[in-house]
């Protein structure tokens, strides 16, 4: 009976080692599931901010085209702004030098958009140029001698509006093409 006492003593003493052994084990499959897995917590966590920061740039740039468009849709104000625009394109055709463009919110201090809860933008530019003066067909005024009220023609704009965030890796790009009629040249 004693003897068998013994073993009994030895083999609690091995079963010991090796539960704790297995345990641990076991623990360091846990621990490194558990880093792996927050890991991939951390990566979607970044990859949705930066949905958000790009749906906010988005959001941002769209915002800035549609106050330009309210904006020149107010009385006087895009005769003023577009025929500045006209002007010095015919000034540049003139001397064969770069198509002109103007920045509406900056040369007219135009207010800017309110963004709210839009933290990811730092800016929004705009620049506005003229795409195609009219050709002097049958819209110009040589052709329409005797009419007292004036000729119209068609003038094609551009406005490309660049948004970014602070790092400048997520911009924004919005174009918005638009016609107005204005007097036809001589």
Do not use: C
Not at 43 to 49: E, P
Not at 72 to 98: M, Q, R, Y
């Amino acid at each position: 009976m004693i003897r068998a006492n013994r073993l009994y003593r030895n083999e609690k003493l091995q079963q010991k080692g090796s539960a704790m052994i297995l345990s641990l084990a076991i623990l360091a499959l846990l621990t490194v599931g558990a880093a792996f897995s927050m890991q991939r917590s951390t990566l979607q966590v970044r990859m949705i901010n930066n949905m958000q920061y790009k749906q906010q740039v988005s959001n941002a740039t769209y915002t800035y085209v549609e106050w330009m468009l309210a904006h020149l849709n107010e009385p006087n104000t895009d005769t003023g702004v577009l025929s500045d625009l006209i002007k010095s394109h015919k000034n540049a055709s003139d001397s064969d030098s770069a198509i002109p463009s103007i920045s509406l919110y900056s040369k007219y201090n135009w207010q800017t958009p309110v963004l709210p809860n839009m933290k990811a933008v730092v800016q929004v530019t705009d620049t506005i140029t003229i795409e195609a003066l009219p050709s002097d067909a049958p819209n110009s005024r040589k052709f329409n001698e005797g009419n007292s009220q004036g000729a119209e023609a068609p003038y094609f704009f551009k406005a490309v509006f660049l948004g970014s965030d602070d790092s400048g890796n997520i911009t924004s790009t919005m174009e918005q093409g638009f016609i107005r009629k204005g007097p036809a040249p001589e």
